[in-house]
């Protein structure tokens, strides 16, 4: 499976941004796909992910009731929409899947052995 992210871009703060995640090679539908995100010079964090059953979504705290994550109904893209944008939102965005991710490892980045190359989202004060 081979994923590319898309929608990044420079934006203020306040303003929104639309990420997705394309497969190819494969849907993603009975996979687990997530977002993580990588500051300079922190580590990289979890932002959402959604399960492979049931499309239950799970949100880091920091970007819960702004952030969105949805499936399309081809099942090859996923987005993550992104509101109320905040400076330290601003990091390299990078989507992950997963075909056999359990629930309570949703959250973690050695859970997904595909990842997309990233994609910026900078937000300016």
């Known amino acids: 499976v081979q994923l590319q992210a898309s929608g990044g871009g420079l934006v203020q703060a306040g303003e929104s941004l639309r990420l997705s995640c394309t497969a190819s090679?494969?849907?993603?539908?009975?996979?687990?796909v997530a977002w993580f995100r990588q500051a300079p010079g922190m580590d990289r964090e979890f932002v959402a992910a959604i399960s492979r059953v049931g499309n239950s979504i799970y949100y880091a705290d920091s970007v819960k009731g702004r952030f969105t994550f949805s499936r399309d109904n081809g099942g090859n893209t996923v987005h993550l929409q992104m509101n109320s944008l905040r400076p330290e939102d601003t990091a390299n965005y990078y989507c992950?899947?997963?075909?056999?991710?359990?629930?309570?490892?949703?959250?973690?980045?050695?859970?997904?052995?595909?990842w997309g190359q990233g994609t910026q989202v900078t937000v300016s004060s």
């Open positions: 090679g494969r849907t993603l539908r009975g996979y687990a």
């Open positions: 992950a899947a997963g075909p056999s991710v359990i629930t309570s490892s949703l959250r973690s980045q050695t859970a997904y052995p595909y």
